[in-house]
């Protein structure tokens, strides 16, 4: 079994009196994707927000390589490892691929002209080749502003964005919605990439046959709390719809 990096447990969010986690538990392990599904509403909006920073639980503790780990914002959780693929990509359309990638962690020229805030383009593009490349990301062209490229390509840059500066865990917010089959399968494959670089990989989406097709686990979230566990190799489509409606609860699951 894979190292456990990332344990949240019996996580409580309350907003005023909706309480929005009831308890949940999550896990995650170095090397493999894992899945979070769920109906709208069983709380994985939260529970990612949660683990990413963005909000804090109400109760509840959450581990990252065996020790409590305070998230107090998304950036405090960037700097221990953990980025995000949001759903709505955050890239800026205007600019191109490798500035988008190093957006927020530009590399400045050296000398005079990078104390005056002169950014080095060229090694900016240098580097987000090479790590297109590593990742087998392939654009149009890395030249144009990222806005003119197809879904996917985004898509792909946004993910790359996230794999290049995280070191433990990746959560990726529904990364196929959207796009077409060809599109979708390269964005898999980026996944599987970044799985193999031994991250942490967590795949929120509401696509079971994808699902089935690319984790090694599977975590279902109903009305704020873990209700079921599966392993990706071994489960079917059905005992998913089960655990998700509440015809299927495994005592373990908590």
Request: aromatic fraction near 4%.
């Amino acid at each position: 079994m894979s190292e456990l990096l990332l344990d949240a447990q019996n996580l409580v969010k309350r907003y005023g009196s909706v309480e929005a986690l009831r308890g949940a538990s999550f896990q995650a392990r170095a090397g493999e994707v894992t899945a979070l599904i769920g109906d709208n509403g069983a709380g994985k909006s939260t529970l990612v927000k949660c683990l990413s920073g963005a909000e804090q639980p109400t109760s509840g503790k959450i581990l990252l390589d065996g020790a409590e780990a305070h998230l107090d914002s998304p950036t405090t959780a960037r700097k221990m490892g953990i980025e995000t693929v949001y759903q709505d990509l955050a890239v800026a359309p205007e600019l191109d691929p490798a500035a988008n990638l190093f957006l927020g962690r530009e590399i400045h020229r050296k000398g005079i002209l990078g104390k005056l805030g002169m950014l080095d383009k060229k090694e900016m593009r240098r580097q987000a080749v090479d790590e297109f490349q590593r990742l087998g990301v392939t654009l149009q062209s890395t030249d144009v502003p990222i806005g003119s490229l197809s879904g996917g390509q985004r898509q792909s840059v946004a993910v790359a964005r996230s794999v290049v500066w995280a070191s433990k865990v990746v959560f990726m917010d529904e990364p196929t919605a959207a796009l077409g089959v060809v599109q979708r399968e390269r964005v898999l494959d980026v996944i599987k990439k970044v799985r193999d670089k031994g991250i942490a990989v967590v795949l929120i989406s509401h696509n079971m046959p994808e699902v089935l097709s690319v984790a090694d686990r599977i975590e279902v979230l109903r009305l704020g709390k873990r209700v079921a566990r599966f392993t990706g190799a071994d489960t079917k489509l059905e005992d998913l719809v089960a655990a998700m409606t509440g015809a299927l609860v495994q005592e373990e699951a908590a």
